[in-house]
């Protein structure tokens, strides 16, 4: 959240002016520091506000990360699992193997996983910085359901790094149920998400209406309606444009029922 108001105010600032990113949380350091994206919050929508805006560096210490609250660590691994899925198998099997040490915070195992996170995000954002030439949407799997869940519960329910987690879960469902997505892939997703202690749907007491809503507010401001990025498999992400709001409510009606 400092991080993306303040990239927000060193860019409106007298027009403007240099500033680095020093991220303590693990989901700033692996991804709200990295892209340049930086916006605020008004009238209710979140990130309504807001410009690219690269910060000259990022400087991150895992230190920093000791006093880091165990829900917010966890968090982060929402986004380091959603990187390891769209782009980098190896990474997913070292989750696998030593997710439990990585949130101790090993010392050589986190800043390894951390600084792969950076590169790759960076990778993918200096391809497509502003968004445009396809590639950097990528980074939105698990985000069109993930977005919806984090609005419906208010922005308290969950925070960003869980709804984007019960997104993904979400998302290889519906990833399933279109013929894209394997169903070992789906297993295997769910396994690590939940082994993280993120949540693989949204909590009770979610407003399904206000998920629909959200849904639908999204559609409006993507040209091309609702775009969902599903999983061919582990690195293989593809955006589909065609996915029937049956099979989404489909999806939707499992989670609420279970
Ligand atoms: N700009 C982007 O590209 C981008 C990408 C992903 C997420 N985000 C945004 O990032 C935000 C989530 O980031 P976050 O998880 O860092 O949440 P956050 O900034 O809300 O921080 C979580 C909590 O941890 C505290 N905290 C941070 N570092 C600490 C430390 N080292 N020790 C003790 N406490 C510490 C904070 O004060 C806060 O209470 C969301 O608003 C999300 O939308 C932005
Ligand atoms: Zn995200």
Redesign the pocket.
Known sequence: ????FS?FVAGTYLRGMPYVQA??????MV?????G???INHAGA??IVGLFNQPRAVVADIA??????QR?LV??MG?VIKHALIRDADMLSTLEERLEDLLALEPELATGIIARNMALKGAIVSQDERETGGVRELLNYGHTLGHAFEAAGGYEAL???EAVAAGMVAAGEIGRRVGVTPPDLVERQHALIERAGLPTKPPAGIDRERIRAALKMDKKIVAGGQRWVLLEGVGRPVVRADVPTAVVEAVLDELFRA
């Open positions: 959240m400092a991080g993306d990239g991220p303590t949380s693990l989901l700033a991804d709200a520091s990295i892209g994206k930086t916006a979140k990130n920093t990360l000791k006093t880091l609250p917010a968090e982060g986004e925070l960003h790094g």
